[in-house]
């Protein structure tokens, strides 16, 4: 009937899967009411409520004389109550950013599709880096196919959103742009910290740095140097310099040479997890496998570990 209070059944949601500015406003604010809004006007009303330390339960309240109530109360922030919520309510708290945050993590949450997307060249080393990041962590972003062959990341909508023409890109939901594979992944290492892909420990955290920086200048780099100065794809795209390609090989191999070593001593290229820093080199060396500079016979360390990480689940996104 009309004007009937309409309510969604309460929900649970783990606080490590929301933005942190939120999360800790939550924290901080048992029992508040967030106003969702759209288009500047209230569309619902989260009535929440801290059940343990991990969890967060809540319900949309979205009955249209409440909502008025509320749309009154916003300018001078007075406690609001409501004869359906039997819980005292703190007040009255419009953040916008955390409304929309939250909006949009329940209409992930019911299966809707988000507007996130992620602009991905398939065969490429970095967006690869991206993708098997987010298949670790368990975390879904739809993707856009970008053609180089046909110049897609040369239209003034790519270059748009990234001037450099390169992949990948994350366009939020918002219009914000992060480009750089590895600005990407710190993006949604934020904001699911598990498992810890860039460590979990100060110590960690400074290991996984060193050797991701490593892993790519020492080896993704330079393989990738070796696929634009002599491969036959680039000709005509890029200037080519097949005695710099030389080069460049002879330091992939040489760089090999000195991580079968460092291997011998551990599981992992960062020590006994699965990191960032394997991922870095696991794409760099991927890409000089199909590219003419595979790992040599005789570097058992290194090919242990590269058969390990190209075994997991994730190496196939």
Request: hydrophobic fraction near 40%.
């Amino acid at each position: 009937m009309a004007g009937a209070i309409r309510r969604r059944r309460v929900r649970r949601v783990a606080l490590s899967t929301i933005k942190d500015d939120f999360s800790r406003f939550l924290r901080e604010a048992e029992g508040a009411e967030i106003v969702i809004t759209r288009h500047g006007k209230p569309a619902g009303v989260l009535i929440g409520f801290q059940s343990e330390d991990d969890w967060f339960d809540y319900r949309i309240e979205t009955d249209p004389r409440f909502l008025r109530r509320i749309d009154k109360a916003r300018a001078c922030r007075t406690r609001c109550a409501h004869r359906g919520c039997r819980r005292d309510l703190i007040g009255l708290a419009v953040i916008s950013l955390a409304a929309r945050l939250f909006y949009d993590h329940r209409r992930a949450s019911e299966g809707e599709e988000t507007p996130m997307k992620l602009y991905n060249l398939q065969a490429a080393p970095n967006p690869r880096r991206v993708r098997i990041f987010l298949a670790e962590k368990g975390i879904s972003v739809p993707v856009v196919e970008i053609d180089l062959a046909k110049g897609d990341n040369r239209t003034p909508e790519f270059l748009a959103r990234n001037p450099l023409g390169q992949m990948p890109v994350l366009e939020l939901d918002d219009g914000s742009i992060i480009s750089e594979s590895v600005a990407i992944c710190r993006y949604f290492e934020e904001l699911q910290p598990a498992p810890p892909l860039f460590g979990a420990t100060t110590l960690e955290r400074a290991q996984v740095e060193m050797w991701n920086r490593r892993a790519e200048l020492e080896v993704m780099l330079p393989a990738i140097d070796v696929f634009v100065h002599t491969h036959a794809f680039w000709k005509g795209r890029r200037p080519q310099l097949a005695d710099y390609g030389q080069l460049a090989r002879e330091r992939v191999l040489k760089n090999m040479a000195w991580l079968d070593r460092e291997l011998g001593t551990r599981e992992f290229l960062a020590g006994a997890r699965y990191s960032m820093a394997d991922i870095t080199l696991q794409c760099g060396l991927l890409l000089g496998k199909n590219t003419g500079t595979p790992i040599p016979d005789g570097m058992a360390n290194l090919k242990r570990w590269f058969a390990a990480v190209t075994a997991r689940p994730t190496a196939r996104v």
